[in-house]
């Protein structure tokens, strides 16, 4: 029965709002009780007994001791109240039932000032009282028991219709307010769990109700966008691996067809058939390779061997590197770099990095051109340049570069050079688990510059991940 969020969340708002009426109506009755409206009538009747006293006996103050005890027991006898001389030192010099009654405790002065208050006698019962000051330091105090009042007797005549009216009516609005705000927190939850039986083909929810309930649905969003990105990729990636897979194998699978059934019966046609089968498997090699250190960095295994790094001495290195491959393509690669504070890295897989980019620019950069690695450092960063004055790249495609087999318009110059796309991608991850960042501006006909920030010391591989990830 009380199974499902909403019907809880009523029956505690019934709960709470049953225990305030409760609460309030015992209240009352306490209240109702100890006010001295209920006792009006008794103390009336004492004020009315003591100003007939005082009005019979002015000199009652200057009377001994001796004559007010017969004179308080006459107006006993006939106002039926009971009335006390006390002195100064809150001695009781007369009584009129002594001996028949409880004897009172000594009043203080203050109390005789707070009828309301009453007195009470050695056996506990309170009396009602109106007190009146003679003068001589006496005062006349007339008293009476304060009456019992039944309760069943107060609720019935007092309280009770009254009460079962205006809580029945308070009762059953609170109960609709209650319904209203179980609903109200209740099926914004419910709709989501709907949406998490749909996800990740589901589309937004509208955050709605309390606010922690909006925020809950807010990352519900988020969540089902990333589920929907990741299978997005999922799919494209399968898409892209199988296209760019399909190509070699169609080329191996035709020239080994070739040499089996004697096709190419020629030694140079069997030489041809034999390196165009190599350089495809090489090709479906590297990509195999790439696709490796890809789920690796994704998933955070990648083992960075992390030690200082010259970086000026790395890119010196990468521009000998090619030397033979840009004097053949007459590009000029130099290198403009101060001495530079070591870097921690992995200066393996940073040599991938500007590798990557320097032969993304060869491809490019057509005769008498440049590639331009410059290097330069602030208090806490290292900040490295890869400039050439190739083709450039559109500005349609600057945002997606760094993709997993993206690639840029293949007919223009350098294009028919591609690879399978995975390179940039491969180094923006390599960067990224360095703590780095790298960043690409391009202008069509002249040139592009990519800009990649490193920190001088890079954070832990796991720190790392775990920031990506979010």
Known sequence: MFSSLRTRLWFSYALVIVGALLLTAITLIVYLLRSPVVYRPTL?????????VLNSQPNLASLPPQELQPLLKTFDLSLNVRLLVVGADREILADSRAGLEAALKKPRLLDLLRPASGLRDVEG??????????????????????????????????????????????????MFIALGFSRWIGSPLQNLVGATRQMPEGKPIQPRGPREVQELTRAFNEMNARVQTTQKSQREFVAN?????KTPLTSIQGFAQALQDGTADTPESRQQAAGIIQ?????????????????????????????????RALLNSIAEKFGP?????????????????????????????????VDNALKF?????????RAGTNSSEVQVEVTDTGTGIPAASLPYVFERFYQADPSRPGGGKHGAGLGLSIVKEIIAAHGGKISVRSEPSKGSTFTVTLPLTTPEASTVVSKRKK
């Open 44 to 52: 009336l009747e004492l004020e009315t007994a003591r100003d007939l």
């Open 125 to 174: 019962q309170t009396w009602l009282f109106a007190a009146q000051s003679l003068g001589n330091q006496r005062y006349l105090v007339v008293a009476a028991p304060r009456p019992r009042i039944p309760l069943l007797t107060l609720l019935r005549n007092d309280l009770f219709l009254p009460f079962v009216y205006a809580g029945s009516i308070a009762l059953l609005l609170s």
């Open 241 to 245: 691996v199988s296209h760019e897979l």
């Open 279 to 311: 350089a495809e498997a090489g090709r479906m090699h590297r990509m195999v390779l790439d696709l490796l250190d890809l789920a690796r960095l994704d998933s955070g295994t990648l083992d960075l061997q992390r030690a200082p790094v010259d970086v």
């Open 325 to 357: 491959q840009s004097s053949a393509a007459g590009v000029t690669v130099r290198v403009e770099a101060a001495p530079l504070p070591p870097l921690t890295g992995d200066g393996d897989r940073l040599a991938q990095v500007f590798t990557n980019l």
């Open 365 to 373: 950069t057509p005769a008498g051109g440049n590639i331009t690695l």
